[in-house]
C-alpha cells in the first residue's frame, strides 16, 4: 500500500517516511502540527491528491506529559485536548466523507489510558474523548461500510516489551482486514 506520514516536524516524519520506504513502500512524507487545523486539512489533500481517497487511517497522535488535576493551566488543557482529540475530528471530518461515497474504508484511532490515572490528567481525558469520538463516528459511518475503531495501548510502546510495536501494528493490520460481520471496534493490547 502506498502510505502517506504526516508529523509535526521534518526530522520526526523524515524518520518514519525513510523506515516505511525501506520496506518499497511508496511514501509521501509531510509535516502538519495536528492542532493546526488548515496545516492538517492541507496535509490531508496533499495526500489524496497523490494516492487518492485513503483505504485507511491511522491517528496515532497524543500529547503524553504528566499532570495533576487542576495543575494545567485552561489554555494548556485545551491545547491537549486540540491534539489528543480535536487532531482525531479534523481528520475524521476531512477523510471520512469520501471514503463513505466510495463505500469502504478503516478509520483507526490509537486510544490509551484504558483506565483514568490521576497523574495523567490531560492524557486520560484526551483517551476518553478519542474514545467517544470512534463510538460516535462509527454510530454515523458504519452504514457507509466504513470500519471506525480503536486500538487501546495500555503502556509505555517499546521493542521487545509487552507493548512491543510490531506486535501492536498487527492489532491495525487485523482491525484494517476484518469482514464486516465481525468488525471490532476496540483492542486493547
Not at 10 to 39: F, H, M, N, Q, W
Not at 50 to 75: K, Q, T
Not at 100 to 128: C, I, N
Amino acid at each position: 500500500m502506498p502510505v502517506t506520514v504526516v508529523a509535526r516536524s521534518e526530522p520526526t516524519v523524515d524518520a518514519a517516511a525513510a523506515s516505511i520506504r525501506a520496506t518499497g513502500a511508496d511514501v509521501l512524507a509531510l509535516a502538519a502540527d495536528v492542532a493546526d487545523e488548515d496545516a492538517l486539512r492541507a496535509a490531508l489533500s496533499a495526500a489524496e491528491e497523490r494516492f487518492g481517497v485513503p483505504d485507511v487511517v491511522v491517528y496515532n497522535v497524543a500529547l503524553v506529559r504528566p499532570d495533576a488535576p487542576g495543575e494545567l493551566a485552561a489554555a494548556d488543557q485545551l491545547a491537549a485536548w486540540s491534539v489528543n482529540v480535536v487532531g482525531a475530528l479534523t481528520a475524521a471530518a476531512q477523510v471520512l466523507p469520501r471514503m463513505a461515497a466510495r463505500g469502504s474504508g478503516t478509520f483507526l484511532v490509537t486510544g490509551g489510558m484504558p483506565e483514568p490515572k490521576p497523574g495523567y490528567v490531560s492524557l486520560s481525558l484526551g483517551k476518553a474523548g478519542v474514545r467517544t469520538l470512534a463510538a460516535l463516528l462509527d454510530l454515523q459511518y458504519r452504514e457507509a461500510g466504513l470500519h471506525i475503531a480503536t486500538v487501546t495501548v495500555a503502556g509505555p510502546v517499546a521493542p521487545g516489551t509487552a507493548w512491543d510495536p510490531d506486535d501492536i501494528a498487527e492489532h491495525y493490520w487485523r482491525l484494517h482486514h476484518q469482514p464486516r460481520e465481525t468488525w471490532t471496534h476496540e483492542v486493547v493490547h
